[in-house]
């Protein structure tokens, strides 16, 4: 048993699979999924080569490895045969807001539960994933979370009283930073650039920001000084962020998601 299955195929099965294909950490014949009544299963095995399951028996027959991926409020109704075909089997959950307890009463002869938040920049290999196990792990399940997070980017063990917190600042971050592209693109097309250009604008301030602060170990303030000198142009648009309070906005954004964690979670 070498393959890993996907149980759900919505937008985050679908990152994972693509960045464990494209890191090589699994071949398409080796990764399985099964969906619900809709199209996405389908999809996804059409686009990445992978694996389309008739049943749970069939999507579990040869998996080491199970990542739960279906809709967080479906997991309450799971089929109960997912318990005997579960056993033995590490099982990763990227379910938002279902704790350990919770998942355990569904998988309860798993050999070890982890339950994992990844991101979308998983997809090429660019995502932060944070986890934590139910039990500690052995050193293959060890070693097979590093292959299945190490293709996503990187991960962090984190508690699971850490989760709803990790889930809205990282988990719900890159939509942040998709907001504030979109809030770029639309300024630039409104001081009169084509959206060709304002979008180029946009991807690449980003993209060289953030490769300057992965480049060193300084402070985002002391590369934000570095760029506003003092009554100059871009201090004036830090004013204006400021006036609005931009980053109590940018708190508020993170608490009312973790708000709706903790509410997800129960």
């Known amino acids: ?50 694996r389309l399951a008739g049943s749970l028996h069939e999507l579990l027959a040869h998996a080491e490895i199970l990542v739960v991926a279906f809709k967080p409020q479906h997991l309450a109704s799971a089929d109960p045969r997912l318990i005997g075909l579960t056993e033995d089997r590490l099982v990763i959950s990227v379910l938002a ?9 569904v998988f309860p002869l798993a050999r070890n539960i982890v ?37 996503l980017g990187r991960s962090v063990e984190i508690t699971e009283a850490q989760f709803d917190a990790f889930t809205a600042i990282c988990g719900c971050g890159p939509a942040y930073v998709f907001e504030f592209a979109a809030a770029l693109r639309d300024a630039a097309v409104a001081e009169g650039f084509d959206a060709t250009a304002a979008r180029m604008f946009a991807v690449e301030t980003i993209l060289g920001g953030a490769r300057l602060l992965a480049a060193t170990t300084a402070d985002p303030e ?3 000084n570095q760029v506003a000198s003092p ?4 201090a004036a648009g830090l004013k204006k962020l400021a006036e609005r309070d931009f980053r109590g906005v940018v708190r508020e954004a993170v608490l009312a998601a973790k708000a709706r964690s903790l509410e997800l979670t129960g």
């Open 1 to 50: 048993m070498d393959e890993i299955a996907f149980l759900g195929a919505g937008n985050m099965a679908a990152a994972m699979v693509e960045g464990l294909i494209a890191k090589g950490a699994f071949s398409p014949r080796k990764i399985a999924c099964m969906g619900g009544l809709g199209p996405s299963a389908k999809a996804l095995s059409t686009k990445t080569g992978i």
């Open 115 to 151: 339950r994992s938040m990844p991101n979308t920049p998983g997809r090429i290999g660019a995502g932060l994933t944070g986890w934590c196990p139910k039990s500690p792990l052995s050193a293959a399940d060890s070693a097979a979370l590093e292959k299945v997070f190490g293709a």
């Open 97 to 105: 807001g279902r704790k350990l307890a919770a998942l355990s009463q």
């Open 231 to 234: 009554n100059g142009v871009t």
């Open 222 to 224: 002391v590369l934000r």
